[in-house]
């Protein structure tokens, strides 16, 4: 039996957690004895639900510049690592589903065969040199996109005499469509939806700017949940639309259970995140329901679109709006993106299929046998 040990460093529950669930879960299904630290929070309650056991650790995130706020984070690092390095005795892998856990694994010192599941298109310069400090403690960094791994090449480029760990690509997926079902019909009046988290760097706000320049009648909807940390944010987005003709055209919507049972009454979906998507997964949804889409051209957007929508720069509200419109005036292109849309979800961003080349790709790194019908390959 293969064992997993995940480590990540939030107890929240957003898109990359969900993509750890999903994990988790065809881990258990396989046959494989899986085992989550994680902090406290939702994604306690969802880590039990797949099966796999919880053990409670720190929460990661970095508590600020100051003096005592670094040597907190230290601590908290210290605690994890000696907790990890407990859980892994006997471990066959151990898969870490963000950057800000890879200090915990470079602490902990000998472990089992290590993975990151990277999940961000890394920018920030500290960051990157967060992940070159711990790099030598992984064996394989696994990203979501060709864009996630080139930047981390890009920025090694200065390292002579460190190969780091190796970089492969694991797209995100999604649940494919049923492509001989016909198209969504047009939607009177049109609806303009953004499906993702309630902070900044999602760009609602850049939505909400270029709400005023769409055709007349055009809907917006915000959908999507939000996290304590950005409290202030949802509050000045909903600031800005109380009783103003902003608010009779923008819905802000927030957490769904099902929220694709609402994107299928949208008319063009917008990735407008001013920071680089990895592979977002509400593209991909939209995508698989034949809606097309205007995103952000950067990060992993325009790997995932190939012709299944249009991009514009990060931050032009005009862009955006212009994109939008453009879509909704011509229903011949329109219907190309819709098209298009579903069939790269169907040929390459199947979810039961990047899920098992998840697996197969974990079972190399620890060794096993991919055919091992109980080390878990399905």
């Known amino acids: 039996m293969t064992r997993l040990v995940a480590l990540t460093s939030t107890g929240q529950v957003?898109?990359?957690?969900?993509?750890?669930?999903?994990?988790?879960?065809?881990?258990v299904a396989a046959g494989w004895d899986v085992e989550c630290l994680a902090p406290a929070g939702p994604l306690e309650a969802q880590v039990a639900a797949t099966g796999a056991r919880h053990r409670e650790i720190p929460e990661l995130g970095l508590a600020g510049r100051s003096p005592v706020a670094v040597l907190r984070t230290l601590v908290r690092w210290l605690r994890t690592a000696w907790l990890l390095r407990r859980t892994a005795r006997g471990a066959d892998v151990v898969l870490v589903n963000s950057l800000l856990a890879l200090p915990a694994l470079r602490l902990a010192g000998r472990t089992p065969p290590a993975a990151w599941l990277a999940h961000d298109v890394v920018v920030a310069p500290g960051r990157l040199r967060l992940y070159r400090l711990c790099r030598s403690a992984l064996t394989t960094v696994v990203g979501v996109s060709a864009a996630v791994v080139d930047r981390l090449r890009d920025g090694?480029?200065?390292?002579?005499?460190?190969?780091?760990?190796?970089?492969?690509?694991?797209?995100?997926?999604?649940?494919?469509?049923?492509?001989?079902?016909?198209?969504?019909?047009?939607?009177?009046?049109?609806?303009?939806?953004?499906?993702?988290?309630?902070?900044?760097?999602?760009?609602?706000?850049?939505?909400?700017?270029?709400?005023?320049?769409?055709?007349p009648g055009t809907r917006v909807e915000l959908l999507g949940g939000q996290l304590p940390t950005d409290a202030d944010y949802g509050d000045r987005?909903?600031?800005?639309?109380?009783?103003?003709?902003l608010g009779e055209q923008v819905t802000v919507v927030g957490h769904l259970d099902d929220p694709l049972a609402r994107m299928r009454g949208w008319s063009v979906a917008v990735s407008a995140s001013t920071d680089p998507e990895a592979c977002p997964l509400a593209v991909l949804e939209a995508m698989s329901l034949g809606i097309p889409v205007v995103a952000t051209d950067h990060g992993g957007a325009p790997e995932v679109l190939a012709g299944a929508g249009l991009l514009v720069p990060a931050g032009d509200a005009r862009a955006l709006a212009e994109a939008v419109t453009r879509l909704l005036d011509d229903p011949d292109l329109r219907n190309r993106c819709a098209v298009r849309g579903r069939e790269r979800v169907a040929t390459g961003h199947d979810l039961a299929q990047q899920t098992d080349l998840l697996l197969h790709t974990l079972l190399g790194i620890a060794g096993r046998d991919h055919s091992d019908a109980r080390g878990g390959a399905r």
Do not use: C, F, Y
């Not at 939607?187 to 769409?214: E, H, I, Y």
């Open 14 to 27: 957003s898109g990359a957690e969900r993509v750890l669930l999903r994990t988790l879960a065809a881990a």
């Open 156 to 215: 090694d480029h200065g390292d002579r005499g460190d190969r780091g760990p190796a970089l492969t690509v694991v797209h995100n997926g999604v649940v494919p469509p049923d492509l001989s079902t016909p198209l969504p019909e047009p939607v009177s009046p049109p609806v303009v939806g953004l499906n993702g988290l309630l902070t900044p760097w999602k760009g609602q706000q850049v939505l909400l700017d270029a709400a005023w320049m769409l055709p």
């Open 237 to 245: 987005v909903r600031a800005r639309l109380d009783g103003t003709p």
